[in-house]
């Protein structure tokens, strides 16, 4: 009857449809378009809740599992377990239900499935209705490397704070990364959520830092081992040889200050000019302090940064990892000191380890990796790891040089302790001094064998229950880099 | 002869079978929902589901059958959208009790059925007493009166009670109840009351001032002291959502009544200064706006307004993606009270944007039913009646849905049919069938009307 108000109230029903489509515009642009960067906010609980229920791949050393997921009757459906639990937690890093760290975070995608290059296998999983399994990351780690490292540590005693790297030097493989004291990643996985916070605050609230991968994660001043280094630079940039003569007095007046420098225990090195094999033998500091003086600032910046130093992240399949420094100006009293590893530089073991990889890799510098090949849960691979070169440190002719003096080190110098019978073993120690109420770092790097390089080392022994006197980098460190070179070398 | 042959262009049928199919479908989804979430939570179907499919289908069944006696007319979609969104919601509301650990007996999903058994008894109870709307509009002032009163009461002492930091609650004994969801009904029918009465002298009497048609004071006074009176209770009150509502409600219907633009110039003006002002001066009111611009700011924080609920619901709606994780494998539990306001955040993520988008259709087919109502009718009381009371389902989805999907800041209400609340469920029942009892009227064949329409003419007439 009356037609009045029906135009205010076909208005009115426009307006009602242009809300409404606000609102499914908007759910949308929430559900569809935002969804990815909203998953991947840490705090969203969701994705971790649902990485909890899902079989999650496996992390393996060789054939043994290291960190694999099992069904469990609880909240979840699969508990993560770590059979090795301390040993290769460095490496493995833990899952919790609060946070995820080492190959557990940086290959959480394969592991949890969600991967794009595990898509085909998501795909067969939701057309059995089968639930979908993420894939297995198989680690570049030798368990007998590992082990020996394990090991060594565990004869040094309790209260020992320790990390040891093995590298494959032709590939920048890792056979092995290990760190003390470590931490048992069951516990943090546990489903008992108070009981893993717990856990995990007294982890952090722990001195001796145990949640520290130090093999990447500390710096410390290299010491002698940094000697490598030096005679790299003199070797290429001043032409030196291992005949060339050196200072061999007991003590050295620094320029520009009255500070004088001393050898250990003030002794000479065994003449007032002697060849570098023997300054390097007997680790002599005024010998390599003088070299340090005669090259310049940039020569032994650029050597040092050829192996690795200064260059962030050349580890990019494990978080975290620490850069190695040398120091960015120096006086030349303070280039003599850091020609010798001591006032600001600071290596982490990995890099350390890198120098000896890359002499016994005739100069070249592979970038180390710790992730293999990852595969899919029926085991297929689906990607595989190429060894690639970081850089070219020295020529192959400074390498052999250097390798001879290493070699000599362990035959008849500082570095006896590493030798292996009927295996030629190149390698140097190191003794860094911190403060005075501290006790030194011990350092040993090296590779084996010398004349066809198998395995390159590296073992910092940041503080243990040793005598003070006692301290020295052959003594703590050599036997455990020599375990580990003979688990690779006699398998 | 005449009346038939002018009946053939515009008689509706009466489509009683066709409700009776949709009807069906909305008790698949309702049953089917209860039983899916048995199957997704607890691994089996629940043992109640002959006893509650039962129950459900008994209630919207019984309604059907009286629609079919009392209303034969009216508009067919409707039941079914309403039943469909309630037995969803019911099935979500289960589904939340679960992951609280309540066991089949206890917890809301029992509660929310009983209050839907209420409801369904009030919307028949509406339709079997209420054989026309325009009896209704003898009591403009009565229902204006009345939903005052109703705003007041939680502010009294002794029965209202302060839940959340908003006062709308009432409890006597063991029942609580917001009296706030019954006042926005007889709020539509006392605006409605007098807008039919007063539009000619509102749209044409008065000043124009700045090319707006200003009324005359006398004739806006009586609607204008009203609507202060209830905004000034919910500002009070912290109802932020509810003085939304009733805000944009009395704008629409000053806008149909008068058929003037202005009104909506002159009330988006309003609202805009009334927006600005509330988010500086208060403080309840500038947090929700700070929570809307940056929520993840305000996550987990252990100081000042937190986002948790919001953030939560959008975790979980970005969680669920496309088509939803499926019952029993999200967290919908995660969001704070997620079986009333956020209970599309829970949807969202377990049933996923599918979903969301189709109970978004659903509301927007109930606004446009009952828009079409309005717009068929053959009474201004009916039309102004049903425009408003489509115009609050319209308002109160955006509000909600636009506040938990963060297209608008926060404010709360409850998402008709599918949230947990007795009050707010009775209400819009009793307003779907309002609803129907206007569209009944409106689709019934003119010969019957032409008779008893001109009596009944009279008698508003002769209404104070």
């Known amino acids: ?491 | 002869m005449s009346a038939q042959t002018w009946a053939r262009e515009f008689v509706h049928r009466q489509r009683r079978g066709a409700e009776l199919f949709l009807l069906i479908l909305s008790l698949v989804v309702g049953i089917g929902g209860y039983a899916a979430v048995g199957i997704g939570v607890e691994q089996k179907v629940p043992a109640d589901i002959v006893g509650y499919g039962g129950w459900l289908a008994v209630l919207i069944i019984g309604a059907h059958i009286v629609v079919r006696f009392v209303a034969p007319y009216a508009d067919p979609v409707l039941l079914p959208l309403v039943a469909m969104l309630n037995g969803l919601g019911l099935a979500v509301i289960r589904r939340l009790d679960l992951a609280a650990g309540a066991t089949q007996n206890d917890g809301f999903a029992k509660q929310q059925l009983i209050w839907m058994t209420l409801g369904v008894v009030l919307f028949a109870g509406t339709l079997i007493g209420l054989r026309d709307h325009r009896i209704m509009q003898r009591f403009t002032y009565t229902s204006g009166l009345a939903a005052v009163v109703l705003l007041l009461l939680p502010m009294l002492p002794g029965i209202g009670k302060d839940i959340n930091g908003a006062r709308i609650w009432i409890h006597v004994g063991p029942l609580s109840f917001q009296p706030g969801e019954l006042a926005k009904v007889l709020l539509v029918i006392a605006f409605a009351g007098y807008l039919v009465l007063h539009r000619d002298a509102l749209a044409l009497a008065g000043r124009r001032v700045a090319g707006i048609d200003l009324p005359r004071g006398r004739d806006l006074g009586p609607i204008l002291a009203m609507w202060l009176i209830s905004l000034m209770i919910l500002v009070r009150q912290s109802d932020l959502g509810s003085s939304l509502l009733f805000f944009g409600l009395f704008v629409i219907m000053l806008y149909v009544a008068t058929e003037r633009r202005g009104w909506i110039i002159v009330g988006g003006g309003l609202f805009l200064v009334g927006a600005v002002a509330a988010a500086k001066l208060i403080s309840h009111v500038s947090a929700r706006v700070d929570i809307w611009l940056h929520p993840f700011n305000h996550y987990q924080t252990t100081a000042g307004p937190h986002s948790d609920q919001l953030v939560e619901s959008m975790f979980g709606m970005a969680w669920g993606g496309l088509l939803g994780r499926g019952f029993g494998n999200g967290s919908p539990y995660r969001i704070s009270y997620a079986n009333s306001d956020f209970i599309i955040g829970a949807i969202g993520e377990e049933l996923g944007l599918a979903t969301v988008l189709a109970v978004i259709l659903c509301y927007g087919l109930i606004v446009e039913r009952g828009l079409r109502t309005a717009i068929i009718c053959r009474d201004d009381f009916g039309k102004l009646l049903s425009v408003g009371l489509a115009s609050s389902f319209a308002l109160q989805v955006f509000v909600v849905v636009g506040g938990v999907t963060r297209l608008i800041p926060l404010t709360g209400l409850t998402t008709p049919f599918l949230s947990y609340g007795g009050s707010s469920l009775v209400a819009n029942w009793v307003i779907v069938a309002l609803l129907l009892r206007i569209s009944d009227q409106a689709r019934r064949p003119l010969p019957d009307l032409s008779f008893s329409a001109s009596d009944e003419a009279t008698q508003v007439v002769k209404l104070p």
């Open chain 1, 1 to 491: 009857m009356t037609a009045g108000m029906n135009r205010p109230i076909r208005t009115l029903s426009v307006f009602c449809l242009l809300l409404f489509v606000a609102l499914m515009l908007n759910a949308t642009y929430l559900q569809y378009f935002k969804s990815k960067s909203l998953n991947d906010d840490p705090r969203n609980r969701r994705v971790i809740q649902a990485a909890f229920s899902r079989q999650r791949g496996a992390i393996l050393a060789g054939k043994t599992a290291v960190a694999h997921s099992v069904p469990s009757n609880d909240q979840f459906k699969f508990q993560r377990t770590y059979p090795k639990g301390p040993e290769y937690a460095p490496l493995t890093g833990y899952f919790s239900y609060y946070s995820q760290t080492g190959i557990e975070h940086s290959q959480n995608e394969v592991l949890s499935g969600d991967d794009s290059r595990l898509f085909v296998t998501r795909l067969v999983d939701l057309v059995n209705n089968s639930d979908p399994k993420g894939g297995n990351v198989e680690l570049t780690v030798d368990p007998k490397v590992q082990d020996a490292a394990w090991n060594g540590f565990k004869q040094l005693g309790s209260g020992l704070q320790a990390a040891a790297v093995a590298i494959e030097p032709s590939t920048g493989r890792i056979l092995a990364m290990a760190s003390t004291p470590s931490f048992d990643p069951n516990v943090l996985a546990d489903h008992d959520l108070t009981a893993s916070t717990k856990a995990y605050d007294k982890l952090l609230k722990d001195d001796s830092q145990p949640l520290l991968n130090r093999a990447i994660q500390t710096t410390l001043p290299p010491g002698s081992t940094f000697k490598l280094v030096t005679s790299a630079a003199a070797m290429e940039d001043l032409g030196m040889t291992p005949d060339s003569k050196v200072n061999g007095n007991s003590s050295l007046k620094l320029p520009q200050t009255t500070h004088v420098l001393h050898n250990e225990n003030n002794e000479s090195c065994g003449g007032n000019k002697v060849t570098m094999t023997q300054a390097l033998d007997r680790s002599c500091n005024v010998a390599f302090a003088d070299i340090g003086l005669k090259l310049t600032d940039a020569q032994l910046r650029a050597q040092a940064e050829k192996f690795g130093f200064d260059q962030s992240q050349y580890l990019t399949d494990l978080p975290g990892q620490a850069t190695s420094r040398f120091p960015k100006v120096l006086t030349p009293p303070l280039r003599a000191l850091s020609a010798i590893g001591q006032y600001e530089v600071a290596a982490t073991p990995l890099q350390m380890a890198m120098v000896s990889a890359g002499i016994a890799n005739h100069g070249v510098v592979m970038k180390p990796y710790v992730v293999d090949r990852v595969t899919s849960a029926d085991l297929d691979v689906l990607d595989q790891t190429k060894p690639s070169e970081l850089s070219t440190a020295v020529s192959a002719k400074t390498a052999g040089m250097l390798t001879e003096m290493m070699t000599s080190v362990v035959d008849q110098g500082t570095g006896t302790p590493a030798k292996i019978p009927g295996v030629k073993v190149a390698g140097k120690t190191g003794t860094a001094q911190s403060t005075a109420e501290r006790p030194p770092y011990a350092w040993f790097t090296g590779f084996a064998p010398a004349d066809n390089p198998k395995v390159a080392v590296a073992v910092l022994v940041q503080s243990s229950n040793t005598d003070r006197s006692e301290i020295a980098g052959g003594a703590l460190a050599g036997p455990i880099a020599k375990a580990m070179m003979e688990a690779v070398i006699n398998p």
